[in-house]
């Protein structure tokens, strides 16, 4: 289910970097930063400037509102506030901020798009689990069990 947010005007200001204690590790992407090519990061990720190519996190990716990127993303939480032009798969959360722009498809389980922000794209929000299959039992007989049958 699609949650649509609506944004005061004093609220429209820049993403908080971090919702986590300031130990937690981040990488900023500065303004004049252009990158053709792989990202991968292993920390929370703010991008202000542009990314052509690929984008993999395990935290957090924030595209800032300056943020340029022509780039599938993969990342636990996706937050847009500047432009994406590509798919975005996220395993917690994509939230896409009123001067946020996605042109591309959307996998999440939840999504988010504020009152003033442009998605052009499907969303598939399906929980798709991984099923843990119990270790197999043998009910067939074994050549010893089958013996002890004929004797009795």
């Known amino acids: 289910m ?4 609506r944004f005061e005007a004093s609220k429209q200001e820049s993403y908080s970097v971090s919702k986590e204690p300031s130990h937690s590790k981040q ?4 303004k004049t930063l252009v990158i053709k ?6 920390e929370e990720m703010v991008v202000e400037g542009k ?3 690929h984008i993999n996190s395990n935290h957090r ?9 022509k780039a ?5 939480e996706i937050v847009i506030q500047g432009k994406v032009d590509g798919n975005v798969k996220a395993t917690s959360k994509v939230e896409i901020f009123p001067a946020g722009v996605l ?3 959307i996998i999440s389980q939840r999504v988010v798009l504020a009152e003033g922000a442009i998605f052009k794209g499907n969303i598939d929000m399906s929980v ?8 197999e039992t043998s009910l067939v007989k074994t050549t010893k069990d089958k013996k002890d049958d004929v004797k009795k």
């Open 72 to 76: 599938d993303i993969n990342a636990s």
């Open 61 to 69: 990716v924030v595209i800032g509102r300056s943020g340029i990127i």
């Open 37 to 42: 090519g792989r990202v991968r990061a292993s």
């Open 2 to 5: 699609a949650v649509f947010k």
């Open 27 to 30: 990488s900023l992407l500065g």
């Open 103 to 105: 042109n591309g498809n």
């Open 51 to 53: 990314i052509d190519g």
């Open 128 to 135: 798709k689990e991984e099923k843990k299959t119990p270790p």
